[in-house]
């Protein structure tokens, strides 16, 4: 079970925009992270991985976590709300919740759970 103070600085870490180390910190060696219904992608090298990939094509990203933060023994609920910014000029947002379970001060699985059509990029709006 996660201790308040570590999930304060796990939201912190993600808030900060650091979320391949806040991977690298929070998650457990072989972890699964799953994105609503898809097959699971397993350990934290993939997680840290993907998280560096994702970053790479945007141009920046905001990311805050909408309180309060359910927590029940192990589990943990957060509401996240992403907004990224692409090198190409087009941006998403969206609006997710991750369900967590924790091993200690750890991440062992993650499901996020939200609408897939918020994925797709929207054009800016010119002036």
């Known amino acids: 079970m996660p201790t ?12 900060a925009n650091a979320h391949a180390a806040a991977c690298e910190e929070f ?3 072989n972890s699964s992270m799953q994105e609503n219904q898809a097959k ?24 805050t976590c909408v309180h309060p933060v359910l927590v029940n023994g192990d ?14 000029g087009s941006v998403t947002q ?5 369900y967590q379970r924790w091993e200690g001060e750890c991440i062992a699985e993650e499901t ?13 709006a010119t002036k």
């Open 40 to 63: 699971p992608r397993i350990g934290r090298a993939t997680h840290v991985a993907a998280e560096h990939a994702v970053m790479s094509r945007a141009k920046s990203v905001s990311s």
């Open 75 to 88: 589990h943990v609920v957060i509401r996240w709300i992403f907004r990224f910014e692409w090198l190409d």
């Open 4 to 15: 308040p103070d570590t999930l304060q600085r796990f939201i912190a870490k993600v808030e």
């Open 27 to 29: 998650y457990t060696e």
């Open 112 to 124: 996020f759970f939200y609408d897939p059509a918020q994925r797709i990029p929207q054009k800016l």
């Open 94 to 98: 969206m609006e997710e919740l991750a």
